[in-house]
């Protein structure tokens, strides 16, 4: 595993002991392709997903074929437990963006475990309100920020959860096109790319073979919060 600001395999629930795995032994493991629809918007929500390797994005698709990405997970994270546990059809489509390891849990051994554990549905509680937390402030951004703080945003993130110490900054160890994050913060990818003309030639950050290094996480922060 790669040295990260924010490891994976470090994460803690609120009480400071290791996080609680609500899928267990009972998860079947599945290897899935690039590309992989795992669900779509409509269908019935019988699993819940737990992310050993590589990474998902949730997305949505409008009337005339755009795409927004909601969340983009990767390995330690659940996806998929919220209409699981409502009872509802899923609302969001979930494609693998590279090849894919995971867990899935049908939802009756997923609600055995809640009764069996009431750990387990706290721990539930907990991710549902944070993913919904995180998409109310994304939300927040997509309305009242400009594209280049909409776009710094996603880079601070991305160096904060998947960033790696090298000479001369922060290496964003997590491949990503200018397509997908303008589909991220719903610009067009030439308003990405000249976002990011603008960042090297102030010195925040450079480019080498389609990885980023951010040079200066703290003004690129500023710009951010703009």
């Known amino acids: 595993m790669s040295e990260r600001l924010q490891s994976e395999a470090g994460r803690r629930d609120s009480n400071g002991a290791p996080g609680l795995n609500p899928l267990g032994p009972r998860g079947v493991f599945r290897g899935v392709k690039r590309g992989t629809i795992l669900y779509s918007p409509g269908q019935l929500a019988d699993c819940v997903y737990s992310i050993q390797e590589g990474f998902v994005n949730i997305l949505r698709h409008s009337p005339d074929g755009r795409e927004l990405i909601l969340d983009s997970l990767g390995p330690g994270e659940v996806f998929g437990h919220a209409e699981v546990v409502l009872g509802m059809p899923r609302e969001n489509e979930a494609v693998a963006r590279t090849d894919v390891g995971l867990h899935a849990l ?4 997923l609600l ?30 997509l309305v009242f920020k400009s594209a280049q703080s909409k776009v710094a945003e996603v880079l601070v993130s991305l160096a904060e959860d998947y960033g790696r110490k090298v000479s001369g900054g922060i290496l964003i160890d997590y491949p990503i096109t200018h397509q997908e994050i303008g589909n991220l913060t719903a610009s067009s990818r030439e308003t990405v790319s000249y976002a990011f003309m ?29």
Do not use: Y
């Open 198 to 226: 603008e960042f090297r030639a102030r010195g925040l950050l450079s480019t080498q073979r389609r990885r980023t290094i951010v040079h200066d996480l703290s003004k690129l922060g500023e710009v951010a919060a703009a």
């Open 112 to 141: 055995a475990n809640v009764h069996a554990d009431p750990r387990v549905g706290l721990w539930l509680a907990q991710r549902m309100a944070q993913r919904q937390s995180r998409l109310e402030c994304r939300m927040q951004s």
């Open 106 to 109: 049908e939802r009756r051994h």
